[in-house]
């Protein structure tokens, strides 16, 4: 069975430019999760899915950050306008459903400079 | 107060050398803990749950104190293979799902 899968895996832009995240669960979960790393720094959400509706967005830092998960499906993260503090790794994850919800299983990670 | 607090680090021991990592968290609703792995450049991984009773899985023993609302992670007879960095994960309903996670223990193992 094909895990957390996430595109592409390093992304170097510069800052006001625009980047999407894409991330594909694994097959058959309901939730997916975004979270990040900014270096020097614990891991920390950003917001959850369930199915294509958002749960909790609560970690979103601001509103340069848009996520959507069409369908159901895949997700994807899109920064816009891109700022120097937003540099960092963001992972995805996914479980199957409610009352699995803390067996999370993590995507490799998409590694976000903004220079 | 950080929602999850960890030793430091690193953690530099000889092969073979046991080794304890302590966590705590500040949430007394917190329902469910966890270890997880995170080696160099790569996404974390599930090592371990922990339940009050304590539990072993070959080498590593992870214990809860809810009590004190302290977590440990025990590594006996330490191996190259077990460098990586160690991250004390916590879940609580409150919390809609998402895992508050610590910073990280960086243990080296040396030969």
């Known amino acids: 069975e094909a895990g957390v899968t996430q595109f592409p895996s390093h992304s170097v832009i510069e800052k006001g430019q625009t980047v999407t995240l894409r991330c594909d669960p694994i097959?058959?979960?309901?939730?997916l999760y975004w979270y990040r790393r900014v270096m020097g720094k614990e891991i920390k959400f950003l917001l959850h899915?369930?199915?294509?509706?958002?749960?909790?967005e609560s970690g979103m830092p601001n509103n340069r950050f848009l996520a959507e998960r069409t369908g159901g499906t895949y997700s994807t993260l899109k920064v816009q306008p891109a700022e120097l503090e937003d540099s960092g790794v963001y992972f995805c994850?996914?479980?199957?459903?409610?009352?699995?919800?803390?067996?999370?299983?993590f995507g490799p990670g998409t590694r976000l400079t903004v220079t | 107060r950080k929602e999850v607090e960890q030793d430091p680090g690193p953690f530099n021991v000889p092969e073979g050398a046991t080794v304890a990592f302590n966590c705590t968290y500040s949430?007394?609703?917190?329902?469910?803990f966890f270890w997880y792995r995170q080696d160099c450049r790569k996404e974390p991984k599930l090592l371990m749950s922990?339940?009050?009773s304590g539990n072993e899985d070959g080498r590593f023993t992870a214990q809860l104190n809810r009590a004190s609302q302290y977590i440990s992670l025990l590594i006996r007879d330490s191996k190259l293979s077990d460098s990586a960095t160690y991250l004390c994960?916590?879940?609580?309903?409150?919390?809609?799902?998402?895992?508050?996670f610590g910073k990280g223990t960086k243990l080296s193992v040396k030969p």
């Open positions: 097959s058959g979960h309901d939730n």
């Open positions: 949430n007394s609703a917190s329902q469910s």
């Open positions: 994850a996914s479980s199957q459903n409610i009352w699995s919800s803390y067996e999370q299983y």
């Open positions: 994960v916590v879940f609580y309903p409150g919390s809609q799902g998402n895992l508050i």
């Open positions: 899915f369930v199915k294509e509706s958002k749960q909790d």
């Open positions: 922990v339940y009050s």
